[in-house]
């Protein structure tokens, strides 16, 4: 399939075989696509409208990060996790839960559905959590420290040996 594709590309394009190859160049060796790279920081109204279209987005949804934060033209996107995204939706990607040509999150990596959910609303508080948690250890030490001078043991005797001490017969004679 692949040698029919570069065959057509070079039959009515010669000149979109450097393009060919490079695209499967990129899929072959797992490379980064230079295409993905973002450009620079939009500074003008003109270039913030083509950073947009570029990533499929309108002009009143598109903010890029703030340029000191070094991410160029890329979208600021919402803090939504995966795993609070709405699992019935007809996603075209349902294992990522997202659609085709949708940008990524700049922290992708750390807010997928098995890791970190960034915008979750916990039913406890935070300081709630936190407080039953210190509570429960400095408790557990307190109780250490109180008992720790009312040592209890099994009470045994010491272990005999045929060559020490007397020796005891616990069968009838």
């Not at 000149?15 to 920081?41: D, E």
């Not at 250490?144 to 209890?152: E, P, S």
């Amino acid at each position: 399939m692949a040698l029919s594709l570069v065959k057509k590309a070079i039959l009515t394009n010669p000149h979109s075989l450097r393009k060919t190859v490079g695209i499967f160049c990129n899929a072959a060796r797992n490379h980064w696509n230079y295409q993905y790279k973002p450009g620079p920081y939009p500074k003008t109204m003109a270039e913030r409208q083509a950073a947009a279209k570029k990533y499929g987005l309108s002009i009143e949804e598109y903010q890029p990060y703030p340029e000191e934060m070094g991410y160029g033209d890329y979208p600021k996107l919402p803090d939504i996790g995966t795993d609070s995204k709405d699992p019935h939706y007809p996603y075209d990607l349902p294992d990522l839960k997202r659609n085709f040509n949708e940008p990524f999150h700049v922290a992708s990596e750390i807010i997928g559905e098995d890791r970190f959910n960034i915008s979750v609303k916990h039913r406890i508080p935070m300081w709630q959590q936190w407080t039953w948690f210190l509570g429960a250890m400095f408790g557990s030490y307190m109780l250490y420290m109180y008992l720790d001078n009312y040592k209890i043991g099994r009470p045994v005797v010491a272990k005999q040996y045929p060559q020490e001490g007397p020796h005891y017969m616990f069968c009838p004679k």
